[in-house]
């Protein structure tokens, strides 16, 4: 039998119930995140990055606060599992220290800082765009094909792996390099199957965005 908890959960709660509790759950803990990223302003040496990283958890919250039901739903291990474990990788990346090899070097910790900024405001561009379409596992909802996806086939995606690669030669090391090639792995992987589910619900997708730029056409 194919994993779907959410189709198991709704033998005993009704769907529309279940996304209620999701979205809940959701805006809480983003609610928690962005309270900690607030209280650590002083701790950011580019306050652009402090301001980008508290406007994505803005976003989220907005997005899952506004988000409605998806037209097809994630289901089994590649479109529930896999997404959420990328999702995670990025925090493992904090297990490093910040390597002296950058921090010493003012010019070059202060640009991978601002590369990492750019990144996060590509991702909340993404993001703010995308908005009541957001999901982390692998849903269709509405095709949102304006702002940068008109260019860029997945900015949110673009975005995260580029501020991994800063946090990962900022915290320089080989466990950081592993998993920074695993999550670029798991994102581009992802990318396949939101296309591909896409595809599927919206076939205006493949001939509306096949002129952005992504590593293949669809």
Known sequence: MKFDPFGQ????????????????FMTVLLGVFLLHRLQQYNLFAVKGLWLA???????????????????????????IIIPLIGSALP????????????????????????????????????????????SITVEARKLVTTAPYRFIRHPVYLGEILAAASVAIIRLSPQGIIILFIFIAIQLYRTRMEEKKLVSVFPEYKTGL????????L
Not at 59 to 68: E, F, G, K, N, Q
Not at 98 to 115: D, F, H, M, Q, R
Not at 211 to 217: D, M, P
């Open 91 to 134: 925090f493992l990346l904090l297990i490093s220290p910040p390597s002296p090899l950058v921090t010493t070097n003012i010019k070059l910790l202060y640009g991978l800082l601002w590369w990492m900024t750019a990144a996060t405001a590509l991702t909340v561009w993404g993001m703010w765009a995308l908005r009541s379409s957001f």
């Open 9 to 24: 959960a709704s033998a005993y709660l009704s769907e529309e119930l279940l996304h209620r509790i999701i979205r809940l």
């Open 210 to 217: 096949a002129k952005s730029i992504w590593l293949w056409r």
């Open 53 to 79: 990283e508290s406007t994505l958890f803005i976003v989220l919250i907005s997005a899952y606060l506004l988000r409605s039901a998806p037209v097809s739903r994630s289901r089994g291990v590649y479109e």
